[in-house]
């Protein structure tokens, strides 16, 4: 024996006319106050950055090509020297003794000296 609900359902799938869809509603966003002016500061802010690494690149900080002597020459006197990439990769290559030098003195110069046995890294050493 069928049931109500059976019959009931039978009836409704007999009835039912499917109905074509509806195109969905176009949504447009409306700009929030102050939306225009958020992309006009983005913009300066980019254009100020590029205007930052167009002078970096520029002007440089190294020595220009002509002076060898700098390159190949370090102060025996002095305390620290502030050399660029290029000018210790061109001593490096050229004078390997003075390279030597001048990395053991900048280190010498950076870090604090083990020589007394009451050292701070020798102190931390022995623990």
């Known amino acids: 024996m069928p ?10 799938l ?3 006319r499917p109905v074509d ?4 509603p176009v949504r447009t966003k409306k700009h929030a106050a102050g939306a225009s ?4 500061l983005a913009a300066c802010a980019v254009a100020c950055l590029a205007a930052v690494a ?3 690149i520029v002007l440089p900080r190294a020595p220009k090509p002509g002076s060898n002597q700098e390159l190949s020459a370090i ?11 290029p000018a210790l990769t061109n001593l490096a290559l050229d004078d390997h003794a003075a390279f030597d030098k001048f990395m053991t003195d900048e280190v010498q110069r950076q870090f604090p000296s083990m020589q ?3 050292s701070a890294l020798r102190v931390l050493a022995k623990e």
């Open 75 to 85: 102060p025996k006197n002095a305390r620290h020297t502030e050399m660029s990439l």
């Open 37 to 40: 002016s958020r992309s006009v």
């Open 116 to 118: 007394s046995e009451q």
């Open 21 to 24: 869809p509806e195109p969905l």
């Open 14 to 16: 007999k009835n039912f």
């Open 54 to 56: 167009l002078v970096m």
């Open 3 to 12: 049931e109500p609900n059976d019959e009931q359902f039978e009836k409704y």
